[in-house]
Nanobody, 115 residues
Framework: QVQLVESGGGLVQAGGSLRLSCAASGRVSSINAMGWYRQAPGKQRELVATITPGGSTNYSDSVKGRFTISRDNAKNTVYLQMNSLKPEDTAVYYC?????????WGQGTQVTVSS
């Protein structure tokens, strides 16, 4: 099993920045992709960004140029730097880790962007 602990959410004004962190523990060997997803009220969970162990990244079109995903493999931690935040970025953000064929999820952290 892999345990994920997220931190860094909060309330910010439009145009502001937040940095999310997600630390993995437990069976962390052979962790593959790490990423962030989000779910707004009344909407389905959607991909925000992913990153491979080698550092290849993938972003949703809605966050390209504003968000940056990174990871520290030595610390088994993934980060999401969110800049130029918009009210439509308001959601619960979930960390995701893939290990072999299993997906693990964090508990979620609320990000609220006020206009």
């Amino acid at each position: 099993q892999v345990q994920l602990v997220e931190s860094g959410g909060g309330l910010v004004q439009a145009g502001g920045s937040l940095r999310l962190s997600c630390a993995a523990s437990g069976r962390v060997s052979s962790i593959n992709a790490m990423g962030w997803y989000r779910q707004a009220p009344g909407k389905q969970r959607e991909l925000v960004a992913t990153i491979t162990p080698g550092g290849s990244t993938n972003y949703s079109d809605s966050v390209k140029g504003r968000f940056t995903i990174s990871r520290d493999n030595a610390k088994n931690t993934v980060y999401l730097q969110m800049n130029s935040l918009k009210p439509e970025d308001t959601a619960v953000y979930y960390c995701n880790v893939r290990r072999w064929v299993s997906d693990y999820w964090g508990q979620g952290t609320q990000v609220t962007v006020s206009s």
